[in-house]
Nanobody, 120 residues
Framework: QVQLVESGGGLVQPGGSLRLSCLAS????????MAWYRQAPGKQRELIAT???????YYPDSMKSRFTISRDSAKNTLYLQMNSLKPEDTAVYYC??????????????WGQGTQVTVSS
């Protein structure tokens, strides 16, 4: 089993930045791919970025310019740097992990989420 705990969310003004963290514990030796997703009220969950155990990253086109995913294997921590935040970035942000570098279907493990609110 793998436990994921996100932190770093909060209220930020438009144009501001935040860095989210996700601490992994448990059977972390078996964690390969990790990812960040978000879900806004009334909307479907949306992929932000993925990163493999070899630090290869993937971003959907809509996420490439303002979001950066990274991981520190020594600290068992996944990060998401978010810049130039907009009100439409308001959502619950989730960390996910899987035993495969290229998961088929849903990621196996999920955190509880951290709220990000972008508002003046």
């Amino acid at each position: 089993q793998v436990q994921l705990v996100e932190s770093g969310g909060g209220l930020v003004q438009p144009g501001g930045s935040l860095r989210l963290s996700c601490l992994a514990s448990g059977s972390i030796f078996s964690v390969y791919a990790m990812a960040w997703y978000r879900q806004a009220p009334g909307k479907q969950r949306e992929l932000i970025a993925t990163i493999t155990s070899g630090h290869n990253t993937y971003y959907p086109d809509s996420m490439k310019s303002r979001f950066t995913i990274s991981r520190d294997s020594a600290k068992n921590t996944l990060y998401l740097q978010m810049n130039s935040l907009k009100p439409e970035d308001t959502a619950v942000y989730y960390c996910a992990a899987d035993h495969s570098d290229y998961p088929v279907g849903e990621y196996e493990y999920w955190g509880q989420g951290t709220q990000v609110t972008v508002s003046s």
